[in-house]
């Protein structure tokens, strides 16, 4: 029995007064001989061993169908439904695909990304997750807030994703830990592209034309950190470090929003050297802007923290 399971039978269990028992393989917790006799850490290992092969076969078939050009997302790309007749296959969403191509069009024609997410604002242009809302489509989705608007980082994905000229790119990420969430990111050499699959959204000469407007593409390992987990008090999003003589993080929102979208936004100074547990006692206040229901999405996150601090002039 690997030690792991073997502590959670023999001593999670027993403190919080739940009694263990296996009655197919005979195992009871209450007998202590059953839970350190060597048929059961034997038993416990080959089941080990057989979940880990599953899970390597599992892999391998993902990965060959992958190749075969099937989409194995659980939900389809924005701009895209899943073809009722074909599985496996995508088709396009006309009034999605529409927003898609728009986007397209005013990053490869000139404008940033922030001034791009900020004119689908003025706009009033639906989110993607206000778009499947509508659209009676929307399952959970990981979100600040209700009041969902455009941000960089959204308009970024639609433009990086190579999907949209008619290809499946699959292995962008994997579970590096079998029976785990915990994933890492896989380089851009790795990944499975196969071209050609469903119909696309924008040719190949606008996806690279929006890929020449932006700086190019660059791999780099960052170090885990404070990077997602401050957060602004007024809006919930992630911050933005800047490496000056005096490093400081504010918020991005303002880039992208009017500011009666948002009420108010912080700013404060570097405190890298202290450790988070001490950050989240010192410096941590929920803003009274928003409800403990519109920040429900950061708290079902691990490790991340709410800080609203005032600007310092």
């Known amino acids: 029995m690997n030690k792991q399971k073997k502590w959670y039978i023999s001593k999670v269990f027993p403190f919080l007064g739940v009694r263990f028992i296996a009655v197919n393989d005979g195992i009871d917790s209450i007998r202590p001989s059953d839970i350190d006799s060597l048929d059961t850490s034997f038993k416990a290992l080959l089941y080990d061993l057989y979940s880990r092969d599953l899970s390597r076969k599992t892999r391998s078939a993902r990965r060959f169908r992958a190749q075969k050009g099937e989409y194995l997302g659980a939900r389809p790309l924005y701009g895209y439904v899943k073809d009722p007749e074909r599985k496996n296959h995508l088709i396009i969403d006309p009034p999605a ?26 706009q009033q242009i639906p989110t993607p997750m206000q778009y499947k809302i509508s659209a009676g489509t929307f399952v959970n989705w990981h979100c600040v807030s209700k009041e969902n608007f455009w941000t960089e980082a959204a308009v970024l994905r639609v433009v990086r994703d190579e999907q949209y000229t008619g290809s499946t790119v699959y292995g962008r990420r994997y579970y590096d830990i079998i029976g785990q969430k915990h994933s890492v990111k896989v380089s851009k050499k790795d990944w499975i592209v196969v071209p050609d699959v469903h119909e696309p959204i924008v040719s190949r000469e ?13 791999e780099r390992d960052v170090v885990a950190g404070t990077k997602t987990k401050i957060r602004c008090g007024g809006c919930g999003h992630a911050m933005e470090r800047h490496n000056t003589k005096q490093p400081y993080y504010d918020c991005r929102t303002l880039r992208v929003t009017d500011m009666d979208m948002v ?51």
């Open 97 to 122: 695909a529409e927003i898609v191509r728009h986007i397209f069009s005013m990053v490869g024609g000139g404008m940033s990304i922030a001034q791009t997410a900020k004119t689908l604002n003025q």
């Open 206 to 218: 606008e996806y690279d034309q929006a890929q020449a407007a932006l700086k190019e593409y660059k």
């Open 263 to 313: 009420r108010a936004h912080f700013c404060f100074y570097d405190f890298d050297l202290l450790p988070l547990t001490q950050c989240s006692q010192n410096f941590s206040y929920l803003s009274p802007l928003f409800s403990i229901e519109d920040f429900s999405a950061i708290f079902r996150r691990k490790y991340y923290v709410i800080f609203a601090i005032p600007f310092r002039v």
